[in-house]
Structures are given as C-alpha cells and as structure tokens.
C-alpha cells in the first residue's frame, strides 16, 4: 500500500509539474546560430551568422523579415538597442559596429575596431545616451567600448586581467545594469566581477567562488534586478553535465557571491534572466541541453524542458519566454 501510494504521489507531482509549460511553439526556422536577443515592438530581433539580421512578429509568425548586413560572413554575437536602433558587432578583426533603423533597417558602419585581437563578447545599452561593448584584447588590459552621446570611442581604464582572463560570446549577456552600477563577469583562469559605479565612472575588480581555472571556466552570463541583487551561472562548455560551483548570487552589488545548488542543477548554462516584476525570485535560464527555472531567488533549480540547442533567452512577459540558438527561435508560454 505503501508503496502504491508513493508511486501515486511521484506520478501527480510529474504531472503538476509539466504542466507549468503551457506552450512551446518555434516561430523561426533558418539556417543560423544565434546568440543574442533583442525585443522590440512586440518582435523578436536577433543576430548571428552568415551576417543575418532580422526580425519575428510574436503576435503574427508571419509577418517576420530578414537581411545580411555584409557580403561576408560575418558572426554576430551581440545585439543591443537604443530608441531608433540597434547595433550589432562581429566577432573577430576587424569588429564592425553596424547601427541599423528600427523602421526602415536601412544600415551603416558606425565604428570600426581595427586591433587584431577584437573580438566581442557582448554589447549593452545602460540608456539612451550609454553603452558598453566588452572585447577580447592581446594585452591583458580590460577593453570597453564605449558609445556615450552619439560619439565612439575606447574606455579608458587602468584595470590589467589576470592571464588566461578572457569572457565568453555565448549570450550577450556578460554585461548587465542598473541605475547605479554595470557589472562585467569574466571567466576562463580567472572568473571575477568588474564593476562600474556609472556616476563615477571608476571600475572595481571583485574575486568570485565561482568554477574557473581552465579556459572552458566560468561565469557566461549575469542578470541584475536592481543595484543590489544578481545572479550568475556559466560552468564548463568542454563538460556540459558538470554542476558544481556554476551558480551564484550576491545581494551585495556585487563584492561578494555566495555559490547556490551546486551539485543540484543541470549543468553548464549560457543565459540567464530574472522575471521583470519578481525581484529576482523568479528566473529562467537555459544552457546547450537544458532549460530551467528556480522560484526562490536562484537557491534551487528545476529542469522544465529537456530541449537542446537553445543559448540566449529572454522574458517577453510574465508568463513568456522567447529562446534562440541553433536554426531556430522558439517560444515557451508557463502557466504559474
């Protein structure tokens, strides 16, 4: 009897379970890999290779366009907006920063980063007037970009990564802010928190617990709610199922991270993104085999959807979440 009961109990709570996913529908099929996001009147815009960009209307899938903003083969890893535009830069040298018109997508060159090591791992608009790109650089020294007033140009800064210190191009998403801080995670030998007070503009360097050590190490993406609370989660690509010291928060701006779930989440993760309205109880992330939600500020995880292939998400909503990665972008409807 005992046992009858528990085997009963096990099946409702699976069943209560999948049903937290109401829907999930792929809206785009291409032949492409994408790896950063953006919304913006009720589409989907994203970037990736070939040089494609382009767009998905949520409401009608079929009302969706897409352009190549080079006769190259271009890959595009970051995507960021402001008002009237987004911008979206190539990995590799030379580093083109297209700007492209949210109405028309007539496109230009707006900066060119000619170094060798250019390579850019994410690019973000703090507001209109703001923004960071984060490159790879052949010195060790922290590279930023910067766009501030409609005008290009190098941050300048004394701040030296340690060797091996690099970021990972995996969602866009190694940048985040807030009205008083950004925040820049690092990962391979070294996995640390570089924080800007914008105000200011001076850069801390905070330690993490974070895994690091090796090249495949570290945090890939970071979120904020507010000027207090943010999480992280990364791990190893080169081992995907490994699960420990992948996921941290810090209620503290940053300066300190305490590690949560290790040992008990489903690995490797690319993309993470706390719910708008939830103050950072609730969060989606997704990694190369996996998508997962925790309801108690990032402290436990479950795995709701097994799909593979997915790298950046994004909240479109309370109870939405668009994904993109490889050949597609889909999106995930939960009901609470």
Same mark, same amino acid.
């Given at each position: 009897?005992?046992?009858?009961?528990?085997?009963?109990?096990?099946?409702?709570?699976?069943?209560?379970?999948?049903?937290?996913?109401?829907?999930?529908?792929?809206?785009?099929?291409?032949?492409?890999?994408?790896? +950063?996001?953006?919304?913006?009147?009720?589409?989907?815009?994203?970037? %990736?290779?070939? !040089?494609?960009?382009?767009?998905? =209307? #949520? $409401?009608?899938?079929?009302?969706?366009?897409?352009?190549?903003?080079?006769?190259?083969?271009?890959?595009?890893?970051?995507?960021?907006?402001?008002?009237?535009?987004?911008?979206?830069?190539?990995?590799?040298?030379?580093?083109?920063?297209?700007?492209?018109?949210?109405?028309?997508?007539?496109?230009?060159?707006?900066?060119?980063?000619?170094?060798?090591?250019?390579?850019?791992?994410?690019?973000?608009?703090?507001?209109?007037?703001?923004?960071?790109?984060?490159?790879?650089?052949?010195?060790?020294?922290?590279?930023?970009?910067?766009?501030?007033?409609?005008?290009?140009?190098?941050?300048?800064?004394?701040?030296?990564?340690?060797?091996?210190?690099?970021?990972?191009?995996?969602?866009?998403?190694?940048? +985040?802010?807030?009205?008083?801080?950004?925040?820049?995670?690092?990962? %391979?030998?070294? !996995?640390?928190?570089?924080?800007? =007070? #914008? $105000?200011?503009?001076?850069?801390?360097?905070?330690?993490?617990?974070?895994?690091?050590?090796?090249?495949?190490?570290?945090?890939?993406?970071?979120?904020?709610?507010?000027?207090?609370?943010?999480?992280?989660?990364?791990?190893?690509?080169?081992?995907?199922?490994?699960?420990?010291?992948?996921?941290?928060?810090?209620?503290?701006?940053?300066?300190?991270?305490?590690?949560?779930?290790?040992?008990?989440?489903?690995?490797?993760?690319?993309?993470?993104?706390?719910?708008?309205?939830?103050?950072?109880?609730?969060?989606?992330?997704?990694?190369?085999?996996?998508?997962?939600?925790?309801?108690?500020?990032?402290?436990?995880?479950?795995?709701?959807?097994?799909?593979?292939?997915?790298?950046?998400?994004?909240?479109?909503?309370?109870?939405?979440?668009?994904?993109?990665?490889?050949?597609?972008?889909?999106?995930?409807?939960?009901?609470?």
């Amino acid at each position: 009897m005992k046992k009858t009961f528990s085997i009963l109990f096990f099946c409702l709570g699976v069943i209560a379970f999948s049903q937290q996913i109401e829907s999930f529908t792929t809206i785009l099929n291409d032949k492409i890999s994408i790896r +950063a996001l953006e919304l913006y009147d009720n589409k989907v815009w994203y970037s %990736g290779t070939d !040089s494609k960009f382009g767009f998905v =209307d #949520l $409401k009608n899938n079929d009302n969706k366009k897409q352009i190549r903003l080079s006769e190259e083969k271009l890959q595009f890893r970051t995507l960021a907006q402001d008002k009237d535009s987004l911008y979206a830069v190539n990995i590799e040298s030379p580093a083109y920063f297209f700007k492209i018109d949210k109405k028309n997508l007539k496109y230009r060159i707006a900066f060119t980063d000619m170094s060798k090591a250019a390579f850019y791992d994410a690019f973000h608009f703090v507001n209109e007037r703001l923004a960071f790109a984060f490159s790879d650089t052949d010195d060790n020294r922290l590279k930023l970009t910067m766009y501030k007033n409609g005008e290009w140009s190098f941050f300048e800064n004394k701040i030296k990564l340690n060797p091996g210190e690099a970021a990972f191009a995996a969602s866009n998403t190694n940048i +985040a802010s807030s009205k008083k801080f950004l925040w820049i995670a690092t990962g %391979g030998k070294a !996995s640390r928190i570089l924080r800007m =007070d #914008l $105000k200011k503009e001076n850069l801390e360097v905070f330690e993490t617990p974070f895994i690091q050590g090796e090249s495949s190490q570290g945090m890939y993406s970071i979120d904020f709610y507010d000027d207090k609370f943010g999480i992280a989660v990364g791990g190893d690509y080169t081992k995907q199922d490994e699960n420990i010291n992948n996921i941290a928060t810090t209620r503290d701006a940053g300066k300190t991270w305490q590690i949560q779930a290790s040992g008990k989440n489903a690995g490797y993760t690319t993309c993470v993104k706390i719910k708008p309205g939830s103050k950072g109880k609730e969060i989606i992330a997704v990694g190369d085999k996996h998508i997962s939600y925790s309801s108690d500020f990032g402290k436990t995880w479950k795995k709701i959807s097994d799909e593979k292939g997915f790298f950046v998400c994004s909240w479109v909503n309370g109870n939405t979440i668009v994904f993109g990665g490889n050949s597609r972008i889909s999106v995930m409807k939960l009901k609470f």
